[in-house]
């Protein structure tokens, strides 16, 4: 499975919603699309799954065109609208036949599908009762139920209630590990979540394209943050004399240590905190968290 | 073609959930009944409520042929109330699906668009033919009961003629609802259509000739007369050319994506 997205425009009458855009995406990974509101996500998503044409480039699958391989394609609209009259079953029913899953098949795995994600008790009500968290699994059923090679979701959680998603957050975690995932959110602490790799979009461009380690390493400022306790106020003084510490600033009960390398240092600093007996509260690496370092991107740029 | 034989069931399930099954031939057969009893019945009427006073009855009225009371069922009723309430019936038939994003989502699956239109075309093709015989049939029985028989070859070839009337009016709604995103203007401009095409049949032979509306006319000739007009033959493949038009243009109006408006 590789998804190659090759230069692709799409504008909307003057404005353009997604520029110049590629992106390649290998087997077994999952990709968080983030970016502002209005940034081109779900612009982007929709040509992925082939529901919108780009004005320009295209987007491959496995080196042929998305329009041939929707078998491949599992996709969760934003807001999945499906039949009011059709039970859950019904619709899975629908759905698999329609991406040419046999019958018989269909019967065994709806069940499985359903258990899997928590639907198995309501399998024969119909989706017009539906809350929209029930509505989102149900969408990620649909989605599974084909086993296709890539899952394509738009804002699978964004639009539901703390509870709702958590489910949908550990449903996705789940299936993480058995096919490649592609998501757009704009809520950062989700995709941190569940992405290992992220894309940042904003006005249609990518501005960045990064491993979420690589992110918070490339921001941080060799600074190692050390809680201690009132009565080893003194080891600061001792720490100071070190080599490799650069500088130190004291806040209330934390020390902010600047070392020359985190990868290096951080564990004789701790090992000399150690060795002078020092009550250790917290001993962390100082990052900005992903949303500073958003903001830090979206906004600059 | 597996997808098409899926869609389409599809369409008959909710059809029988939304009782269309049941209240479309319901509708035609009412609507067929009305002209021979109505026929029958109105001088009756007229003088039981009138009191006579200045009111002649044309005693030709009563005394029509059975075929001309079949032919005007389908003139005075089904060319009107009965082509709205199909015309209404299907407004919705791509447009709803457009409107909550089911036909996008239907498309993400592997699935040709001409399965979909398909889908949609034979199974409410089938019902409104369903239901115009069903009225027809009716319209017919009172006729042979209340005038005189109508030979029945003559009735299944009228009957024939306008189911042929019957696909065109499906396939232009069709492709209304493919093209607009609101239903009262999809109504309004099939309805206008329609009836605009059945209302200028007779003026002109060239345009008769062209009109898909003359396959009513011949079918009306057949039940009056007997025979059947020369021209029927090109008058129905033309219709026929009409009606692939549509289906051509509802095609690659949803291939070319031209449904979402985001």
């Known amino acids: ?301 | 073609m597996k997808n098409l034989i899926v869609l389409i069931k599809k369409e008959y399930v909710q059809m029988l959930r939304d009782f269309k099954v049941i209240w479309l031939p319901i509708v035609f057969i009412f609507l067929g009944a009305t002209q021979p009893i109505l026929t029958h019945y109105l001088p009756a009427i007229l003088k039981a409520l009138g009191g006579s006073q200045g009111i002649t009855i044309d005693p030709s009225m009563t005394a029509q042929k059975g075929g001309e009371v079949l032919a005007s069922t389908l003139g005075s009723q089904f060319d009107q109330l009965g082509l709205m309430v199909l015309a209404i019936s299907m407004m919705g038939v791509i447009q709803t699906d457009k409107a909550n994003g089911m036909l996008a989502f239907i498309l993400t699956r592997p699935v040709a668009v001409p399965s979909y239109i398909g889908g949609k075309m034979v199974s409410h093709y089938l019902i409104a033919a369903f239901s115009v015989t069903i009225g027809y049939f009716t319209s017919y029985l009172y006729v042979n009961y209340l005038f005189t028989a109508v030979p029945f070859s003559q009735m299944i070839t009228g009957l024939i003629f306008y189911l042929i009337w019957t696909l065109f009016i499906v396939s232009f709604t069709t492709m209304t609802s493919a093209i607009f995103q609101s239903q009262g203007i999809i109504a309004l401009i099939s309805i206008v259509f329609l009836i605009g095409c059945r209302v200028i049949v007779g003026l002109n032979p060239i345009v008769d000739q062209l009109n898909p509306a003359s396959m009513s006319k011949h079918a009306m000739e057949k039940l009056m007369t007997g025979l059947v007009d020369s021209n029927a033959v090109g008058n129905l493949l033309l219709t026929f050319v009409w009606i692939l038009l549509t289906l051509f243009i509802t095609n690659y109006w949803i291939s070319n994506k031209k449904f979402s408006h985001e």
């Open chain 1, 1 to 301: 499975m590789k998804l190659e997205i090759i230069n692709v425009t799409k504008s909307f009458k003057e404005k353009i919603v997604v520029n110049n855009f590629s992106l390649e995406l290998k087997s077994g990974e999952c990709v968080g699309l983030i970016g502002p509101n209005g940034a081109g996500k779900s612009t982007l998503i929709k040509m992925i799954s082939d529901i919108i044409d780009p004005n320009a480039g295209e987007v491959l699958l496995n080196g042929k065109k998305i329009s041939k391989m929707k078998r491949e394609i599992g996709y969760l609209p934003q807001y999945p609208n499906f039949f009011y009259w059709m039970t859950a079953r019904e619709t899975l029913m629908f759905m698999g036949q329609l991406s040419g899953v046999k019958k018989e098949v269909l019967t065994n795995s709806i069940t499985e599908i359903l258990t899997k994600v928590g639907l198995k008790a309501e399998e024969n009500s119909k989706v017009g009762t539906f809350s929209g968290g029930m509505k989102q699994r149900l969408g990620i059923a649909q989605a599974l139920l084909h086993k296709p090679s890539l899952i394509v979701m738009d804002e699978p959680v964004s639009a539901l209630d703390p509870i709702g998603r958590r489910e949908v957050l550990s449903l996705i975690e789940e299936i993480k590990k058995d096919t490649t995932i592609l998501l757009s959110t704009h809520i950062l602490s989700d995709a941190e979540e569940i992405c290992e790799r992220f894309v940042i979009m904003k006005d249609g461009t990518k501005i960045e394209d990064t491993k979420i380690t690589d992110l918070l390493n490339r921001n941080s400022e060799n600074k190692l943050i050390v809680e201690i306790t009132a009565k080893d106020r003194k080891w600061v003084d001792t720490i100071k004399k070190l080599p490799y510490v650069e500088d130190i600033e004291v806040v209330g009960l934390k020390v902010k240590v600047k070392v020359e390398s985190i990868e290096e240092n951080k564990a004789l600093l701790l090992q000399n905190a150690l060795e002078h007996k020092v009550d250790i509260v917290k001993f962390e690496i100082n990052n900005d968290n992903l949303e500073e370092i958003f903001l830090k991107l979206v906004v600059q740029k």
